[in-house]
């Protein structure tokens, strides 16, 4: 049996177009093309992947997308966006998306990015991270990272964080002080196989950065500019250790 899909699509064409092709691929796919009737189906069935237009009729996609993340679905979901809609785009990550895609889109890019989210999602991309993931803990200064219980606890406060948002935390929490590329992040985070383009990198560090401005004085992150990224830990509050 296949994977399933689910498509909230409310544009006929490109909706049997989209079934059909991945269809062609073997995945199973169920579609809507209503937004409210998307989100029950989406919180009510199992799927393995969601690929969710954001100009629906009844319920507009980011309010499904938050919606669902909300309620704890951790299900992957690719967002469809117009050609211009980058702050769209930049909402939908922030509120969970996996990926996007912009239309027009090619069927080629279709399959290629569905694939490389699934692989990542369902573990079979092993990623620089995953041999990371086995240490109990690390300290760095207020901030306290538990890797197998992608936990995060800053001056003796819980911060929730998307798992991807704990990814780019985790990979810049192993070289304290030291600037990692855009390019390390994304190959670290997303694999190496990620289409997506830096964008995606920068608004995850973005939400991020606020949230660690729970103890900014403790540890933050700092931009550099035409390069990337660097975890700055106050040393004179706390010394870096792992444990």
Do not use: C
Not at 49 to 72: A, K, T, V
Not at 83 to 99: C, Y
Not at 142 to 152: C, N, T
């Amino acid at each position: 049996m296949g994977q399933r899909l689910l498509v909230i699509e409310d544009e006929p064409t490109l909706a049997r177009l989209l079934s059909y092709n991945l269809i062609q691929e073997g995945f199973e796919v169920d579609t809507e093309d209503h937004g409210s009737a998307g989100f029950e189906k989406a919180s009510r069935e199992s799927y393995d992947l969601i690929l969710l237009d954001l100009m629906l009729p009844g319920m507009n996609g980011l309010d499904i997308l938050s919606r669902l993340r909300h309620q704890g679905l951790t299900t992957p979901i690719i967002i469809l966006t117009a050609k211009n809609g980058e702050a769209e785009v930049v909402q939908g990550l922030k509120s969970g998306a996996d990926d996007y895609i912009t239309k027009p889109f090619g069927v080629s890019e279709l399959l290629a990015r569905v694939t490389a989210v699934l692989r990542r999602t369902s573990g079979g991309d092993e990623g620089v991270l995953s041999d990371q993931k086995d240490s109990s803990k690390i300290q760095l200064g207020e901030l306290e990272i538990y890797p197998e219980k992608y936990e995060v606890i800053l001056g003796g406060q819980s911060i929730s964080l998307r798992p991807k948002e704990f990814e780019v935390l985790l990979y810049l929490s192993r070289k304290p002080g030291v600037v990692l590329t855009r390019d390390d992040l994304m190959n670290a985070v997303w694999g190496f196989d990620y289409i997506g383009g830096q964008r995606t990198v920068d608004v995850h560090v973005s939400s991020l950065r606020k949230k660690l401005e729970l103890d900014p004085d403790s540890v933050h992150i700092d931009s550099i500019r035409g390069v990337g990224y660097k975890l700055v830990v106050n040393k004179k509050r706390s010394a870096s250790h792992l444990l």
